[in-house]
């Protein structure tokens, strides 16, 4: 299997622009996590599906964030404006039964930067 | 609420020298443990996890880790330390109960190798 599939790898907006983060599990994962990394706060959770359904996205900052998973094959992440503070490392990861002791498969991230 | 803290952002070690990072965790349940590692510009990919069973756990790349439930502790060991180990640990910590699903991550560790 390819894992899990992130594009782009790198974006860079100015303040105000739309971003849209695109995400492909690894087939057959039935739980979608989407996660936001920086120096400040670590590693943080923002969301997460269950069969393409969101389950829990209280990590979700405000309401400029969104996120979407049309199918089992794919999820968007988007900010909508983005703010220079919304700066970091996005990764999506996926696991097969989202059980607490599952592992989770990462994909290699999008490093956003917006001006 | 569980938490995880890691001692030490920073850990330097000379090649051939014991590795040893450091975790601790807060659970309000029996908890499930993880530490992932993450090398330069990539996603995180697992080292090890204790589920239930056997405290020592081994994991790839020669890491093992120790369950101690007496001092909440998953501490990271490896005897000898390769150049290649050079990357950012995390430990995590996920608990099995009512409730949405969590992987609550530490900060991390980054260990540097000096050859």
């Known amino acids: 299997d390819a894992g899990v599939i992130q594009s782009p790898r790198h974006e860079v907006t100015e303040m105000g622009q739309e971003v849209t983060l695109r995400c492909k599990p690894i087939?057959?994962?039935?739980?979608l996590f989407w996660y936001r990394q920086t120096m400040m706060r670590g590693l943080e959770l923002l969301i997460y599906f269950n069969n393409n359904v969101p389950i829990d996205d209280s990590g979700m900052p405000e309401d400029r964030f969104s996120a979407k998973m049309p199918n089992a094959s794919f999820s968007t992440l988007k900010i909508q404006p983005s703010e220079p503070r919304d700066s970091a490392v996005y990764f999506c990861?996926?696991?097969?039964?989202?059980?607490?002791?599952?592992?989770?498969?990462f994909g290699p991230g999008t490093r956003l930067t917006v001006l | 609420a569980q938490s995880v803290t890691q001692l030490g952002s920073h850990v330097s070690v000379s090649e051939g020298a014991l590795v040893l990072l450091r975790c601790n965790y807060s659970s309000s349940v029996p908890p499930y443990l993880f530490w992932y590692v993450q090398y330069p510009n990539q996603g995180l990919q697992l080292l090890l996890k204790?589920?239930?069973?056997?405290?020592l756990v081994k994991g790839i790349n020669g890491f093992e880790a120790e369950f101690k439930k007496s001092e909440t502790s998953f501490h990271l060991t490896k005897p000898s330390a390769h150049m290649s180990d050079a990357a950012e640990y995390f430990c995590a910590v996920s608990e099995d109960g009512a409730g949405s699903y969590q992987l609550t991550f530490g900060k991390g560790t980054k260990l540097s190798v000096i050859p």
């Open positions: 990861a996926s696991s097969f039964w989202g059980a607490w002791a599952d592992t989770q498969y």
């Open positions: 204790y589920t239930t069973g056997a405290t």
């Open positions: 087939s057959g994962h039935d739980y």
